[in-house]
């Protein structure tokens, strides 16, 4: 059994035949400035890793990860936050296994260092058994290279009203999944699910037009992809 779930932002439950693994995971109402929008995910059970992208509070959010007591697959410098845990350090290419799994690291483009100040800090997308998460990253021409894959997990927005270097919108993660082309879906994630506090009212359709926007970028550029859109806690079972 292969199933997808997406607990809001970059957090997703991955359960690969008998193994849990659950991406950047940020399960509290608030970190830092920010307020999640939308339902609590709530508690995610056992887990075989977790699979960290970058530093960034909105992927690394310690609390979180401390309340998990698994495994921790990450970049390098994740110790430095991150005390009295065994993290499992990777760069892009490095493979490992968890639960039967091969879990391979993979390229991304974004300053993955813990700001404000922080050292230099690769920031790595995942593959497990075709399913490609992404993190963060911008669109890149060796995404194509990451094929075969079955499904395709995109950041298509961030936490704000606009984006900075090293993500994509809408628009560039359509052409991402032109590249990716996944043979069963590609899910939108990273968006409508994370604002500052007391922007909630006014830029309460940063909730909707992401995912809007990311549907009507890949009719247009990759017609053949299906599209499927979750909502917090929803999943997509892959036969």
């Known amino acids: 059994?292969?199933?997808?779930?997406?607990?809001?932002?970059?957090?997703?439950?991955?359960?690969?035949?008998?193994?849990?693994?659950?991406?950047?995971?940020?399960?509290?109402r608030r970190v830092g400035h920010l307020r999640r929008q939308g339902p609590d995910p709530g508690e995610v059970g056992r887990l075989d890793a977790v699979l960290v992208s970058h530093l960034h509070r909105d992927h690394?959010?310690?609390?979180?990860?401390?309340?998990?007591?698994?495994?921790?697959?990450?970049?390098?410098?994740?110790?430095?936050?991150?005390?009295?845990?065994g993290i499992n350090h990777v760069g892009a290419g490095d493979e490992l296994e968890f639960g039967g799994v091969t879990i391979r690291a993979v390229r991304a483009i974004h300053d993955g260092?813990?700001?404000?100040?922080?050292?230099?800090?690769?920031?790595?997308?995942?593959?497990?058994d075709g399913i490609y998460f992404a993190g963060d990253t911008e669109l890149y021409a060796e995404m194509a290279d990451l094929r075969p894959l079955d499904v395709a997990l995109v950041p298509i927005w961030g936490w704000g009203t606009?984006?900075?270097?090293?993500?994509?919108?809408p628009e560039q993660a359509a052409e991402a999944v032109a590249l990716l082309r996944p043979r069963v879906a590609a899910i939108p994630i990273h968006w409508g699910t994370?604002?500052?506090?007391?922007?909630?009212?006014?830029?309460?359709?940063?909730?909707?037009?992401?995912?809007?926007?990311f549907v009507e970028a890949c009719a247009r550029v990759a017609p053949?992809?299906?599209?499927?859109?979750?909502?917090?806690?929803?999943?997509?079972?892959?036969?």
Do not use: C, Q
């Not at 401390?66 to 009295?84: D, N, Q």
């Not at 260092?113 to 497990?128: D, H, K, N, Q, T």
């Not at 994370?194 to 926007?213: K, N, S, T, Y």
């Open 162 to 169: 606009k984006l900075g270097p090293g993500h994509m919108d």
């Open 224 to 239: 053949d992809v299906r599209v499927e859109v979750l909502e917090p806690g929803g999943s997509l079972k892959l036969i």
């Open 60 to 85: 690394l959010d310690v609390p979180s990860v401390m309340r998990l007591k698994a495994p921790i697959v990450a970049p390098r410098w994740t110790a430095e936050h991150i005390a009295g845990i």
């Open 113 to 128: 260092r813990r700001l404000p100040v922080g050292p230099p800090v690769e920031a790595v997308g995942y593959v497990v």
């Open 1 to 28: 059994m292969r199933r997808i779930t997406w607990l809001g932002h970059a957090t997703v439950l991955i359960e690969v035949g008998g193994a849990r693994l659950l991406t950047d995971p940020v399960l509290r």
């Open 194 to 213: 994370l604002l500052p506090i007391g922007l909630g009212r006014r830029h309460g359709h940063r909730r909707r037009e992401p995912a809007e926007r």
